[in-house]
T-cell receptor, first 118, second 112 residues
Framework: DTEVTQTPKHLVMGMTNKKSLKCEQH?????MYWYKQKAKKPPELMFV???????INESVPSRFSPECPNSSLLNLHLHALQPEDSALYLC?????????????????FGPGTRLTVL | DAKTTQPTSMDCAEGRAANLPCNHS???????VYWYRQIHSQGPQYIIH???NNETNEMASLIITEDRKSSTLILPHATLRDTAVYYC?????????????FGTGTRLTIIP
C-alpha cells in the first residue's frame, strides 16, 4: 500500500465552526506533513511531525492545530478560520531517518482536502 | 535553502522528449536536487532525485551538470498524461525531516 488517504475530499465551513481534516498512511512512514496550497500557487509547508512529535511549525496561526495520535494518522483541527484560509490542504508522508542514516526520503502526497471557509 | 529558477511554461509534442531545465546556482555540496510534479487537482508526485550523478528511473532521467549549478529533467516519450506543473526543489540534508520548499515550477503542456 503506497497510498496516503485524506478525508474529507471537500469541506465547507463557517468562521465559527470547528472541523478536522484527517490523513492516514500505512507505509510505515515516520514523518508526516501538512501543506497548504492556494489556487495557482505552489504548496507551502505548514507542519512536520517526526516520530509522532511536532518538529517544524512554519509560524502557522493557532487556529490550525495539528495532532499525530499514532504513526499512521495525522489530523489538522480547524477553529475560527477566516475566508482567506480557503485552500487545498495536502498531507504527505516520508520514511523519516533511522539511526541518522539517510534513506530515500521522498514524500508521498495525498489528494488533498479542498476547504472553503464562508 | 538554495533557490531554483525554472521557466514558467513549456510545450512539448506528444511522443517527443520533454526537457525541463532548472537553475540552482547557489546549491550547497550536501543538497540534493528533487523533482516533483502536480497534475491538475491532484497532490504532488515524486519523480526523481540526485546529488551529483545522472539518475534514471521508470519515469524520467535527471541530468546534473558537473558544477551542480543546473539540472535537466527528461521525460523520454511524453504523453498527454504528463501535462502537469513540474517542480525542481533543492533539499538540504536534514536528519529527521525533509522540508520541501516548492518554487513556482514549470507548467508543461503536452500537445497532441
Amino acid at each position: 500500500d503506497t497510498e496516503v488517504t485524506q478525508t474529507p475530499k471537500h469541506l465547507v465551513m463557517g468562521m465559527t465552526n470547528k472541523k478536522s481534516l484527517k490523513c492516514e498512511q500505512h507505509m510505515g512512514h515516520r514523518a508526516m506533513y501538512w501543506y497548504k496550497q492556494k489556487a495557482k500557487k505552489p504548496p507551502e509547508l505548514m507542519f512536520v511531525y517526526s516520530y509522532e512529535k511536532l518538529s517544524i511549525n512554519e509560524s502557522v496561526p493557532s487556529r490550525f492545530s495539528p495532532e499525530c495520535p499514532n504513526s499512521s494518522l495525522l489530523n489538522l483541527h480547524l477553529h475560527a478560520l477566516q475566508p482567506e484560509d480557503s485552500a487545498l490542504y495536502l498531507c504527505a508522508s516520508s520514511q523519516g531517518i533511522l539511526r541518522r542514516v539517510r534513506t530515500d526520503n521522498e514524500q508521498f502526497f495525498g489528494p488533498g482536502t479542498r476547504l472553503t471557509v464562508l | 535553502d538554495a533557490k531554483t529558477t525554472q521557466p514558467t511554461s513549456m510545450d512539448c509534442a506528444e511522443g517527443r522528449a520533454a526537457n525541463l531545465p532548472c537553475n540552482h546556482s547557489t546549491i550547497s555540496g550536501n543538497e540534493y536536487v528533487y523533482w516533483y510534479r502536480q497534475i491538475h487537482s491532484q497532490g504532488p508526485q515524486y519523480i526523481i532525485h540526485g546529488l551529483k550523478n545522472n539518475e534514471t528511473n521508470e519515469m524520467a532521467s535527471l541530468i546534473i551538470t558537473e558544477d551542480r549549478k543546473s539540472s535537466t529533467l527528461i521525460l523520454p516519450h511524453a504523453t498527454l498524461r504528463d501535462t502537469a506543473v513540474y517542480y525542481c526543489i533543492v533539499n538540504p540534508l536534514n536528519f529527521g525531516n525533509e522540508k520541501l520548499t516548492f518554487g513556482t515550477g514549470t507548467r508543461l503542456t503536452i500537445i497532441p
